[in-house]
């Protein structure tokens, strides 16, 4: 079946790099994002990886993907104070006729001085 | 700019009641999402829409009903809200294909005492 695993939680100083880890278990999957929630907010999209792709970065952020492991990770480079947030992964996956979103439990990032 | 409103950032009702929630999108999108959140759980899928009229169960269902009666509008309907039903329920949106990025709005906390 499918499912998205994540650890729930993560600290880590102030200007370290953060990295949260995702499993999943759809091969087929095309797409595999990362959403950030803010205490009190909806979800809102960090970055997207192709399915094809190995490596994706965009300014702090850099997404790796292992295809083989069915592994996502997500790096934060020089974690601010800001970042404290639930990062969800999510696999973009066709089921039951339907192309929709799994999502994982979310990780809770914690950021300390 | 997409925007997902949610009628309520914050609502709470009696066992027993009946309890709409409402979403509205701005981008002209053909499908519409709601999602229940709760801790440890992560976001599981209600019920969706992908066009005018049309609905499709998602993986918790049971206790809720939808509505779409115009494209930009999708409600969420409990028919008789019980204790179990309290938690943060998120409406999304998206072009399709139905796997695309999705756009969240804001979320509502709902109570049922």
């Known amino acids: 079946g499918e499912d998205v695993e994540q650890s729930l939680f993560l600290s880590v100083r102030e200007g370290d790099s953060s990295v949260i880890n995702c499993t999943y278990t759809?091969?087929?999957?095309?797409?595999l994002y990362w959403y950030k929630q803010e205490p009190g907010a909806g979800l809102q999209l960090l970055t997207y990886?192709?399915?094809?792709?190995d490596m994706k970065q965009d300014q702090r952020l850099t997404v790796l993907l292992n295809k083989k492991d069915k592994h996502l990770s997500l790096r934060i480079a020089d974690t601010q104070t800001g970042d404290s947030a639930i990062y969800f992964c999510a696999e973009s996956v066709f089921s039951g006729g339907y192309n929709k979103l799994i999502f994982g439990a979310g990780t809770r990032l914690a950021v300390h001085p | 700019d997409v925007k997902v409103t949610q009628s309520s950032r914050y609502l709470v009702k009696r066992t027993g009641e009946k309890v709409f929630l409402e979403c509205v999108q701005d981008m002209d999108h053909e499908n519409m999402f709601w999602y229940r959140q709760d801790p440890g759980l992560g976001l599981r899928l209600i019920y969706f829409s992908y066009d005018v009229k049309m609905k499709e169960k998602g993986d918790i269902p049971e206790g809720y009903s939808v509505s779409r009666e115009k494209k930009e509008r999708f409600s969420l309907i409990l028919e008789s809200a019980s204790t179990n039903q309290t938690s943060m329920y998120l409406c999304a949106s998206n072009r399709d294909p139905p796997g695309n990025e999705q756009y969240f709005g804001p979320g509502t906390r709902l109570t049922v005492t």
């Open positions: 759809d091969s087929s999957s095309t797409y």
């Open positions: 990886i192709f399915s094809n792709m």
